[in-house]
């Protein structure tokens, strides 16, 4: 519902502003076309968009950043004033921070509002030809295993008394038919599952350590036959590899939802850069001369916290 509420308003400041604005747009005056970075007002919009509490040591490092660091703030800083001050031209001002930063939202709402949201299938081809490799389905398993422990794994000195153990109850599991459900009791404790379901391969890594990860990938799936012993930073693992799904660009259908959104918003975020450039342009922008020399190297010792 807020954003509902928020979109309305938006609108209605938009309406307002199509309706009204040869009557409120004219050349700006002197004050309000001319935006003047002074340090300190600067300074004070860093340490509020940086969250930095000491503002000593805020500024002993700002002294010491290059110049194309300094442009970004500064920009940032020209940018806000820029929207703050045309929500004001349009009577939407208070002097208060919250409302400033509603103030650059509400003014960005209205600068992105010519977005295009209507998507034909060429787009669509055209972001899958450019995005698919960053949708790739990873490669899933689906495991059980039993572990059988091994001091020396955790030095990297796995013990050949430990392997021979775990190829005897590879043996005796499958002797037996031994299944997922009743191999829950045998072999050592492990610190994690002892039953993995549709687990990619970066969890598998996370609890295992890569060498299961690539003896997963390397065996062939069979839900009747125990497999290994496999080693890992833990100890030497049995393994009962139920099933393994290859990883895979997923095809255009899959993902088009997720194309669609977004093509919308790099559009809108394509609208909203265009709208406050626009906005920026009709000021002039005036560097004190202290920001505009750039910083020196000092041997002195920072601030004290």
């Known amino acids: 519902m807020p954003l509902v509420v928020f979109a309305i308003v938006g609108l209605v400041l ?3 502003v199509r309706v009204f604005g040869e009557d409120r747009s004219g050349p700006a005056t002197e004050a309000d076309g001319v935006i003047v970075v002074e340090r300190d007002a600067l300074l004070d919009y860093v340490q509020l968009r940086s969250g930095e509490a000491d503002a000593a040591a805020l500024a002993y490092r700002w002294d010491r950043l290059d110049d194309p660091a300094r442009k ?6 020209v940018r806000e004033e820029a929207l703050v001050r045309e929500a004001r031209r349009l009577g939407l001002d208070r002097d208060d921070d919250l409302i400033r930063r509603r103030l650059v939202q509400q003014m960005e709402f209205l600068a992105s509002a010519d977005a295009d949201d ?3 299938e060429a787009a669509i081809e055209a972001a899958y030809a450019a995005k698919a490799e960053a949708h790739r389905v990873p490669a899933v398993v689906t495991f059980g295993h039993v572990f059988v422990r091994d001091e020396g794994a955790l030095a990297s000195r796995p013990s050949s008394d430990a392997a021979a153990r775990a190829a005897r109850l590879r043996e005796d599991l499958n002797a037996r038919g031994v299944g997922f459900d009743e191999a829950s009791a045998r072999g050592d ?7 993995y379901v549709d687990r990619t391969l970066d969890e598998v890594r996370a609890h295992f350590g890569p060498e299961m990860a690539e003896a997963l990938t390397a065996l062939e799936p069979n839900r009747l036959r125990w497999q290994g012993p496999i080693a890992s930073r833990h100890g030497w693992h049995v393994v009962l590899l ?6 895979r660009v997923p095809a255009l259908e899959e993902i088009r939802g997720a194309l669609a ?16 450039g626009q906005i920026v342009t009709r000021y002039e922008i005036h560097l004190a001369p202290e920001l505009r020399a750039a910083s020196g190297s000092s041997n002195t010792d920072p601030p004290k916290r």
């Open 14 to 16: 938009f309406g307002l």
């Open 72 to 77: 970004v703030w500064v920009d940032r800083f």
């Open 118 to 120: 209507a998507i034909d």
């Open 189 to 195: 404790r492990f610190l994690y599952n002892r039953v």
């Open 242 to 247: 139920a099933r393994r799904t290859e990883e």
């Open 261 to 276: 959104e977004e093509i919308r918003r790099d559009r809108r975020e394509a609208s909203l850069e265009r709208g406050i």
